[in-house]
């Protein structure tokens, strides 16, 4: 099916997503769909899938225009898609949530035998450990993901749109879906890939549009035409910039923190770790291998059940994030933003100057506006984060503007140690270089010794 | 050792366990618990509370909540109250009209939650307000006492221990349970209510999923009002008033999440159960009066926390 977006244009409260959007997803190609956080790949996604509607402009399917009121009418027509966030029902097993909305029956009785079989044929081609019986609240999200991408696969549809979907599973993982999509392909399906891992884009797509700022900036580009340097121009318009991060200073601080086999109620065993004053110590792994687990039992979320933790030279036991920061000045910021690491209904005053309300509270225990918006503009200035007003709702800032204010928010309680995890998820390649650039500032000139989490690349 | 094991990881085990040693406890602390007729007025008594959590349970299931449960069975009964007594109607028709107006004012709940996107919290109240100024200013707060003498009989009826009006529930149970394990409607019921936004994209509407839960709901309440009216004799404009506590109590000590999409049906029925059977221990115990309004509120919050810490533990093992 040939999925064809004709001059289609989306606001959302003032902020123009899509401006004038032209594309065309051919029948039998895989065509990647890049850009930066916030230009639009998404909203564009959730139009065709009928999740919203378009202000103007229209889109077409085989030629014949569409307009759908819900995502039941989109599935209805034949397209399917993999949307980013994670989507399935809590306490329902794998393989009814792949069937979900088309659970086979027999005698008008849900035929849970079908349901398994059904499933688990799709889900074996991407991952034959995961077995259909299963509750999916008990998955790791990289086992979501390839449930959700089997789901999708499982429609027939003739149009499949898949929102970053190899954000977290394997290398593996991501084969066996390349593969697959190539075969879907071949049977003259459409296939939209959005992603931010240009290799992969490079390797498996037969064209790439890129958007940027909501407007396409390349439309439906044979990939062989392409190359990285040249699509990372075309999302930030502008050459891509290299962090300008010097190598390990030679000055060797004191020791911050330190673990002495370690073990945790997550599972961890003998973990060693020393983090010296001011230094960026990062730790990798994959999905799955612990990195976040680790750090939230250092902060007290989850139990050091046994091993030692010494804070500046003091033997430790941290109860809870509340004493991590008050008593042994160790701040966590989470990698989920969204749900963690910031009240996304409040402004951006209220989000930093959390961390210090107690500190900067009047003799009456009253909070003084001003003294909150002191706080909160000296970081937005040092950190460069683009707000309209103090009291703008964290929820409508970009990804790297939200990142900035959920670490901007720990700057202000002066803690001395940082974890930061997965700082940069999420976000584009510009304002990624720049919360390098100032975690390396941060360690250099505010003493502040840092441990940075990272997942292991897959592209 | 291991079956009691698998006993205390379901929802309901635990509250089943609970129910028999507190059985035993009461039949050794006095000697009048473990009468035919003692057994027999402590599940009476829990008959209506029963249908009332199941009527809040279908909500939950959702992800809503029911705050009208209590208010549409007032009404029902005294609906029902006045078709026996002033319309003469038959009462086979009767009881069936108040299923009816039961299963009406929870459409109207539904259509009205789902349609205008304000929360079931609000709508309910609300509607709850309605309903009951309907009750009263039918029934000028005065009950109708015109209830067919076989329908008061089997009110009363019993067979051993084992009250006639159990029945209902004991045929609910079970049909609840194929429809929210076994057919489509139901599990795409519990679909909406565990992630709306994912049943969404799944191409399920959730609306029509809220209006189907609350129109079942509703429907459950009359079924309370009607048996109600048969314990009582008469049909009470004061009925359904102590009905909310139950209601909520009954599904979450049961296991039920306020969050949706998970619910038990055999957790509700026993945590009911084992609130009967409190009540009939405060009453044997002689707890002054006064007290026992407190005294189960206590109680109750002692079983959530029973409950949840065994939930925890049972996860952990």
């Not at chain 1, 503007?401 to 974890?419: F, G, H, Y």
């Amino acid at each position: 099916m040939k999925v064809c977006i004709d001059s289609v244009s989306k606001m959302f409260q003032n902020v123009r997503a899509l401006d004038v959007v032209s594309v065309e997803f051919a029948a039998g190609e895989i065509h990647s769909l890049v850009g930066e956080n916030g230009a639009g790949k998404s909203t564009l996604v959730r139009i065709i899938t009928g999740v919203h509607r378009p202000d103007s402009g229209v889109v077409k399917l085989d030629g014949n225009p569409v307009r759908f009121g819900s995502p039941r009418d989109a599935l209805a027509a034949g397209i399917g898609a993999v949307h980013q966030e994670r989507n399935l029902i809590p306490h329902f097993s794998v393989g009814e949530n792949i069937l979900l909305e088309r659970l086979p029956t027999g005698n008008g009785f849900v035929d849970y035998k079908a349901i398994d079989a059904r499933a688990s044929e799709m889900l074996d081609i991407l991952d034959p450990g995961i077995d259909v019986r299963s509750d999916v609240s008990s998955m790791s999200v990289a086992h979501m993901q390839l449930i959700e991408i089997a789901k999708a696969l499982s429609l027939n549809a003739r149009a499949l749109l898949f929102d970053e979907p190899t954000d977290s599973i394997t290398k593996h993982g991501a084969a066996a879906l390349v593969k697959v999509l190539r075969r879907l392909s071949s049977a003259g399906v459409a296939i939209v890939f959005v992603s931010h891992k240009l290799d992969e884009v490079l390797v498996f797509s037969d064209r790439v549009s890129v958007l940027r700022g909501g407007r396409v900036v390349a439309s439906n580009e044979p990939i062989a035409e392409m190359s990285r340097p040249r699509l990372v121009s075309l999302m930030i318009g502008r050459e891509e910039r290299i962090a300008q991060i010097g190598h390990g200073c030679g000055v060797i601080g004191d020791v911050a923190l330190e673990l002495t086999s370690v073990a945790t109620s997550y599972g961890h065993r003998g973990i060693d770790l020393t983090l010296r004053k001011t230094e960026v110590l990062g730790l990798y792994g994959l999905v799955g291998a612990g990195r976040t687990e680790h750090a939230r039992a250092i902060v007290g979320v989850g139990k050091i059940i046994s091993g030692e933790v010494v804070v500046r030279g003091r033997r430790v036991t941290v109860h809870n994030p509340y004493e991590a920061l008050a008593r042994h000045r160790i701040g966590y910021v989470s990698e989920d933003r969204k749900d963690e690491g910031l009240i996304l209904s409040h402004g951006v005053r209220s989000n930093i100057a959390m961390t210090v309300w107690r500190a900067i509270a009047s003799m009456f225990k009253l909070l003084n506006r001003t003294t909150e918006a002191t706080v909160a503009n000296s970081y937005v200035r040092k950190l460069a984060i683009r707000i309209s007003s103090l009291d703008q709702m964290v929820s409508t800032l970009s990804g790297g503007n939200q990142q900035k204010v959920s670490i901007a928010k720990w700057l202000a309680a002066a803690t001395d140690t940082l974890i930061l995890d997965e700082p940069t998820v999420g976000i584009d390649i510009k304002t990624k270089v720049e919360l390098h650039e100032l975690i390396d500032e941060l360690a250099r000139q505010d003493q502040t010794d840092l441990l940075q989490l990272e997942r292991g690349c897959l592209a | 050792m291991i079956a009691l094991r698998r006993l205390l990881e379901t929802e309901w085990g635990g509250l089943a366990l609970i129910f028999g040693l507190g059985g035993g406890a009461a039949g050794l602390l006095s000697a009048s618990f473990f009468t035919e007729f003692n057994i027999y007025v402590m599940l009476r008594s829990g008959c209506v509370g029963i249908l009332v959590a199941f009527a809040q349970m279908i909500v939950l299931a959702v992800g809503q909540m029911n705050l009208a449960v209590g208010a549409l069975g007032g009404l029902v009964a005294v609906l029902f109250g006045a078709m026996l007594e002033v319309l003469d109607l038959p009462l086979p028709v009767a009881i069936a009209l108040a299923l009816l107006i039961g299963v009406a004012g929870g459409l109207f709940n539904g259509v009205l939650t789902a349609g205008t996107g304000i929360g079931s919290f609000i709508v309910t109240l609300a509607s709850g307000s309605m309903f009951t100024g309907i009750n009263v200013g039918i029934s000028q707060s005065k009950p109708f006492h015109g209830i067919p003498a076989e329908f008061v009989a089997f009110g009363d009826a019993r067979w051993s221990f084992m009250p006639a009006l159990l029945w209902p529930s004991l045929i609910v149970a079970p049909l609840l349970a194929i429809f929210l394990y076994r057919l489509t409607p139901g599990r795409r019921l519990l679909a909406v209510g565990g992630n709306a936004h994912a049943a969404e994209l799944s191409g399920i509407s959730p609306g029509a999923m809220v209006i189907l839960a609350h129109a079942i709901s509703g429907g459950l309440a009359g079924l309370a009002a009607v048996l109600a009216v048969a314990q009582l004799g008469a049909a009470q404009p004061e009925i359904g008033a102590t009905w909310l506590l139950i209601s909520f109590a009954g599904p979450i000590i049961g296991g039920a999440s306020l969050n949706g999409g998970r619910i038990s049906i055999l957790g509700a029925m026993f945590a009911v159960l084992v609130i009967a059977l409190i009540e009939n221990l405060l009453v044997i115990v002689m707890v002054d009066p006064y007290w026992v309004q407190f005294t189960l509120g206590a109680l109750l919050l002692t079983t959530v926390g029973l409950n949840q810490w065994r939930a925890t533990h049972a996860a952990r093992a």
